[in-house]
C-alpha cells in the first residue's frame, strides 16, 4: 500500500503552472527528498498534499482515500501535517504554548470533549516536543523574539506534537548552524521511525544523509526520481540542477 | 483537571469579596451605580469573549443584549412567567439569536464582519420600532407590578429593593466570571486566543477554526443576552434604545479601556467608564465627545486597555 499518491496533480496561478501533472507516490516508512531549482514548485507541491491551497487539476489519495476535496484541517486530523518555509508560528505566544495548541489537537481532538484530558498532560507532551528538537531550555520565551534558527525547529516541533502518519517539512534547515543541522537530523531519523518523511531541502548533504528516495522537481514536472546515487548520477539532474553552482 | 493560572482565580475570588463587601460601605446610590456596572460588564464580558480573546471584532452586540432584554421581558409582560422563568427564556433567545447571527456572519472577515454585525444589528433596531405596538419602540414598557417580584425556594425577592437587586447583579456576575474562567483559562479558551494570533496556522494544526468561532461567537451573544435579561428584569423596563448602536459601541468601549483578552478587564472598563459617563454628563451635554477623543487616546497609546498594559509589562498572568 502506498501511503501517499497523487495523479495528474497541477495548479496554476495565472498562466504559471507552477505544478504541472505530477504522479507522484510516497510509501509508508520511507524519508523522501524533494529537490529542485528555486520556482520548480515544491512549496506548491506540498502545499496542495496538505490542502492549503487547492489544486486547478489532478487528485490526491491518502491511505487509499480520495482527499482532493478535504478542508486542510480534516487532512492534518488524518495524519498530514505540514511545517511552513516561512515560519509561521504564534509570535506573541510561548514556545510551550505554541507546540501546546499542537499536542492539543492530537488529545483533545474535539471542541467540548467529554472526557477531557488534563492541561498536564497537554503541557507535557508540549514539553517532551520541544526537548526532542532542542528547545527545552526555551519554553517560557516567546516564540517572536526566538532566533531565525530556533523559530524553525519550533515549527518542526508543533509538526512533531501532532505525531502525524506524514511529516512533510519545507527546508527546515534553512538559517540552521551546523550543530541544528546535525541534531535536525538526529530528530528526522527518530521521528522517521514511526513516521514517514516528506522534505523539501536545498542542503545537498542532509539530503544525502537522510533521503532514501529522491524525487527532482523542475518547471512543476518530476525531472527524475530514484535512490541518492541514481539521481547523483543521473545526467538530466545534472544538467538542470545538481550541475548549476549552489 | 488541574488549575494553572492560579493566581488569576485568587485575583478573581478577592474582587468576588470585595465587591460583596462594598455594599456594606457605600451610600444606597452608589451600590445603585455598582449594580449597574455590575450587570454591564457581563455584556462587556461577553463581548470580550469575542473581541479579546478570539479577536473578531463585532460593532452589533446590541443586538444580543436586546434579545435577552426582549426575550425575558416581553415573555413576562405578556405571559405573565415568573422572572427565573423570563431569566431563562431571555438567555435561550440570546443563545437563538446568535447562533443564526454567527452561522451568518462568520461567513464573512475583518471589515466586512464589522460591516455585517452592524446591519444585523440595526435590522434588530428598526424591528423594535416596526413592532412598536407588542414591543412597545421608542417609550418602551415598563414591567408590570406583579412582575417586580419572584418567590424562590420559599423567600420572595423584591426587584425594587436596592440590597436583593445588587446581591443578584453580583450572583449573575459571579457565575458568568467563574464560566469565563473555566472556558479562557483551559484548552478551549487556547483555541480562541490561536485563532485571534494565527487563523491559518491554526487550521493546518488540525482545528476547524469556523467551528472555534462559532462557539466564541455564541458563547459571546448568549453571555451579553444575559446581561439584557437581567438589566430589563431588574430595572423593570424595555425599550428600543438598549438595541441602538451607542450600546454596541460601549460594550466595545468598555472591553477597550479595560483591557481586551484579559478576564477582569470588561469589569475594570465599565467601572470606570460608566462613573465617567455619569460625571461628564452632568457637566456638558458634550460628553461624547470627550468619550470620542478617549477612545482615540487610549487606541493610540494603550491599545491594551488598563489591564492588558499590565499584563504585558509586569502581570503575565493576567489574561
Ligand atoms: N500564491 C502564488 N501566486 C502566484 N504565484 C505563485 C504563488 N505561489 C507560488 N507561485 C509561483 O509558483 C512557482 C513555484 O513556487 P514554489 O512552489 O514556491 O517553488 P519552490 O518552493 O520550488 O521554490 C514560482 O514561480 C512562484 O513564483
Ligand atoms: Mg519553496
Redesign the pocket.
Same mark, same amino acid.
Given at each position: 500500500m502506498t501511503l501517499l499518491r497523487t495523479k495528474g496533480l497541477s495548479?496554476h496561478? !495565472?498562466g &504559471?503552472k @507552477?505544478?504541472d501533472g505530477v504522479d507522484f507516490a510516497l510509501d509508508p516508512g520511507e524519508i523522501r527528498a524533494i529537490i529542485?531549482?528555486? +520556482? @520548480? +514548485?515544491? /512549496?506548491?507541491?506540498v /502545499?496542495l498534499l496538505s490542502g492549503r491551497?487547492k489544486p486547478s487539476a489532478g487528485q490526491v489519495f491518502f491511505e487509499d482515500r480520495d482527499v482532493t476535496g478535504m478542508p486542510a484541517h480534516k487532512r492534518v486530523r488524518m495524519g498530514i501535517a505540514y511545517t511552513f518555509?516561512i515560519t509561521n508560528i504564534y509570535g506573541a505566544m510561548t514556545v510551550l504554548e505554541n507546540i501546546a495548541i499542537a499536542a492539543q489537537n492530537r488529545l483533545r481532538p474535539h471542541l467540548f470533549s467529554r472526557k477531557p484530558v488534563s492541561e498536564v498532560e497537554i503541557a507535557r507532551a508540549a514539553t517532551k516536543a520541544a526537548q526532542e528538537v532542542g528547545l527545552g531550555d526555551l519554553l517560557y520565551e516567546t516564540a517572536g523574539t526566538l532566533a531565525y534558527g530556533h523559530q524553525r525547529l519550533l515549527e518542526v516541533a508543533m509538526g512533531l506534537a501532532l505525531q502525524p502518519k506524514l511529516l512533510i517539512l !519545507?527546508?527546515p534547515t534553512q538559517g540552521l548552524s551546523d550543530s541544528e543541522i546535525e541534531n535536525f537530523q538526529e530528530v528526522v531519523r527518530r521521528v522517521a521511525q514511526s513516521a514517514t518523511v516528506l522534505l523539501?531541502e536545498h542542503n545537498m548533504d542532509v539530503v544525502m544523509a537522510l533521503a532514501d528516495r529522491i524525487t527532482v &522537481?523542475d518547471n +512543476?514536472r518530476v525531472l527524475a526520481e530514484g535512490s541518492p546515487g541514481e539521481i547523483v548520477h543521473n545526467d538530466a539532474v545534472q544538467a538542470a540542477y545538481l550541475g548549476a553552482p549552489a | 483537571m488541574t488549575l494553572h493560572n492560579g493566581k488569576l482565580l485568587a485575583l478573581c475570588v478577592v474582587t468576588v469579596i470585595v465587591l460583596f463587601g462594598l455594599q456594606f460601605v457605600l451610600p444606597p446610590y452608589l451600590t445603585l451605580a455598582l449594580t449597574r456596572i455590575l450587570i454591564l460588564s457581563v455584556f462587556a464580558m461577553g463581548y470580550n469573549m469575542l473581541m479579546g480573546y478570539t479577536g473578531l471584532l463585532s460593532l452589533g452586540h446590541a443586538m444580543f443584549f436586546a434579545a435577552g432584554l426582549y426575550a425575558a421581558g416581553l415573555s413576562t409582560y405578556y405571559w405573565g412567567v415568573t422572572l427565573p422563568v423570563a431569566f431563562v427564556l431571555g438567555i435561550v433567545g440570546a443563545f437563538a439569536v446568535s447562533l443564526v447571527i454567527g452561522l451568518l456572519a462568520l461567513r464573512t472577515q475583518a471589515v466586512s464582519f464589522m460591516i455585517v454585525t452592524l446591519m444585523f444589528a440595526q435590522a434588530g433596531y428598526l424591528m423594535t420600532l416596526q413592532f412598536t405596538n407588542i414591543t412597545g419602540g421608542d417609550q418602551g414598557l415598563t414591567l408590570p407590578t406583579d412582575a417586580r417580584s419572584f418567590g424562590l425556594f420559599g423567600m420572595v425577592v423584591d426587584m425594587t429593593s436596592d440590597t436583593a437587586r445588587f446581591n443578584l447583579a453580583l450572583l449573575i456576575f459571579t457565575v458568568v466570571l467563574a464560566v469565563l474562567f473555566a472556558i479562557t483559562q483551559g484548552p478551549l479558551g487556547r483555541l480562541f486566543v490561536a485563532v485571534r494570533e494565527n487563523e491559518p496556522r491554526t487550521q493546518m494544526l488540525g482545528f476547524d477554526t469556523y467551528a472555534i468561532k462559532l462557539t466564541a461567537f455564541t458563547v459571546s451573544g448568549t453571555i451579553s443576552g444575559t446581561a439584557g435579561a437581567l438589566y430589563g428584569l431588574m430595572f423593570g423596563y424595555i425599550g428600543s434604545s438598549f438595541a441602538g448602536f451607542q450600546n454596541s459601541i460601549e460594550a466595545l468601549l468598555y472591553t477597550l479601556i479595560g483591557g481586551p483578552g484579559t478576564l477582569l478587564g470588561p469589569l475594570l472598563g465599565t467601572a470606570v467608564m460608566t462613573m465617567l459617563i455619569d460625571r461628564l454628563s452632568g457637566i456638558t451635554t458634550a460628553y461624547l465627545i470627550v468619550i470620542g477623543v478617549l477612545l482615540i487616546v487610549v487606541n493610540l497609546w494603550f491599545p491594551k486597555g488598563i489591564l492588558g498594559t499590565i499584563r504585558d509589562r509586569w502581570l503575565g498572568w493576567l489574561k
Open positions: 495548479r496561478f !495565472d &504559471l @507552477a505544478v529542485g531549482p528555486n +520556482g @520548480a +514548485g515544491k /512549496s506548491t507541491f /502545499s491551497i518555509q !519545507d527546508e523539501i &522537481l +512543476g | -
